[in-house]
């Protein structure tokens, strides 16, 4: 009789045991975990900072030829002008004459992005333009 | 009776355990200092991205563990989610566009039930870098913990 108690005792403690460690296992085993990076470059403005800012274009080499890098940002919106007037500008920017995305890609440097300005609507020589980005989410 | 204590115990253990997977990271790409730069959470490829397999119809909660800066050796830049910035679908494969549940807020505990392709979950986020933000590349990491619903 005393030996089957103890039996019985020992049974118990054990079930006891194992439904401790059992309730901390299902809590493991029951949630889960992934984690992913959150990623952003900060790139130095280079020359050209949030709007107004006044920037002298190169000459590069072909007087058609005004290049302009400007910030590669989804946000900003942008608009230029060249001693005071509005100046037309393009993502155009291949030496080939290729546009589009391609040639985009190609030319990405330093999260900068070129843009052509409009021979006809700047003045010849060095002229001083005023960059103006404007972010609409802020 | 130990063939009952098992059973008792093997009882409470559960089997349908979910299993997240990171997809895609974050991805803010290029930022300027003093410009704020948006992350929806609907742009593929940008947006974090996360999956979770398991048996369809099973309830699970979501929990994500967000940072408030990405680093960048002992810089800062400050990273924000809105109340809108989550959105989670059981449809496979997942629709980003249209998700069954959308405008989740991924600072609350989240709940979504599994479907044939388990689920798909996506986060946006904002950074806002000062105007004398320290150029580098900052990260940050994002866990996601999904839990059964009522254990």
Request: proline share 6%; charged share 15%; glycine share 8%.
């Given at each position: 009789m005393n030996i089957k108690l103890s039996i019985n005792i020992v049974c118990l403690a054990t079930a006891f045991l194992l439904l401790s460690f059992s309730d901390s296992a299902a809590k493991r085993a029951g949630s889960a975990s992934a984690s992913i990076q959150a990623t952003a470059r900060v790139v130095p403005s280079q020359g050209i900072a949030v709007s107004p800012v006044e920037v002298a274009l190169p000459?590069?080499?072909?007087?058609?030829d005004w290049w302009l890098w400007i910030p590669d940002n989804e946000d900003l919106q942008i608009s230029i002008e060249a001693d005071g007037r509005p100046v037309e500008s393009q993502?155009?920017?291949?030496?080939?004459?290729l546009t589009g995305r391609s040639a985009l890609e190609r030319h990405r440097h330093n999260g900068l992005i070129p843009h052509r300005l409009s021979f006809d609507s700047l003045p010849e020589g060095t002229a001083t333009c005023t960059v103006t980005l404007t972010n609409p989410s802020n | 009776m130990i063939v009952a204590l098992a059973a008792i115990v093997l009882g409470r253990i559960p089997c349908k355990a979910q299993t997240p997977t990171g997809i895609n990271d974050l991805t803010f790409g290029n930022v300027l200092p003093g410009v704020t730069k948006t992350i929806s959470k609907r742009t593929a490829g940008a947006a974090a991205e996360y999956s979770v397999t398991g048996n369809a119809g099973d309830q699970v909660l979501i929990d994500f563990a967000l940072p408030t800066h990405l680093k960048d050796n002992g810089n800062s830049l400050l990273i924000t989610f809105t109340a809108t910035d989550c959105a989670i679908d059981s449809s496979d494969p997942g629709?980003?566009?249209?998700?069954?549940?959308?405008?989740?807020?991924?600072?609350n505990t989240l709940s979504a039930t599994l479907g044939s392709g388990g689920l798909i979950i996506w986060l946006g986020a904002r950074t806002q870098p000062s105007a004398l933000q320290t150029a580098g590349s900052y990260t940050a990491e994002i866990v996601l913990t999904v839990s059964p619903a009522g254990t």
């Amino acid at each position: 009789m005393n030996i089957k108690l103890s039996i019985n005792i020992v049974c118990l403690a054990t079930a006891f045991l194992l439904l401790s460690f059992s309730d901390s296992a299902a809590k493991r085993a029951g949630s889960a975990s992934a984690s992913i990076q959150a990623t952003a470059r900060v790139v130095p403005s280079q020359g050209i900072a949030v709007s107004p800012v006044e920037v002298a274009l190169p000459d590069e080499g072909s007087e058609n030829d005004w290049w302009l890098w400007i910030p590669d940002n989804e946000d900003l919106q942008i608009s230029i002008e060249a001693d005071g007037r509005p100046v037309e500008s393009q993502l155009l920017t291949d030496d080939r004459g290729l546009t589009g995305r391609s040639a985009l890609e190609r030319h990405r440097h330093n999260g900068l992005i070129p843009h052509r300005l409009s021979f006809d609507s700047l003045p010849e020589g060095t002229a001083t333009c005023t960059v103006t980005l404007t972010n609409p989410s802020n | 009776m130990i063939v009952a204590l098992a059973a008792i115990v093997l009882g409470r253990i559960p089997c349908k355990a979910q299993t997240p997977t990171g997809i895609n990271d974050l991805t803010f790409g290029n930022v300027l200092p003093g410009v704020t730069k948006t992350i929806s959470k609907r742009t593929a490829g940008a947006a974090a991205e996360y999956s979770v397999t398991g048996n369809a119809g099973d309830q699970v909660l979501i929990d994500f563990a967000l940072p408030t800066h990405l680093k960048d050796n002992g810089n800062s830049l400050l990273i924000t989610f809105t109340a809108t910035d989550c959105a989670i679908d059981s449809s496979d494969p997942g629709d980003q566009s249209s998700p069954a549940w959308d405008d989740q807020d991924p600072r609350n505990t989240l709940s979504a039930t599994l479907g044939s392709g388990g689920l798909i979950i996506w986060l946006g986020a904002r950074t806002q870098p000062s105007a004398l933000q320290t150029a580098g590349s900052y990260t940050a990491e994002i866990v996601l913990t999904v839990s059964p619903a009522g254990t």
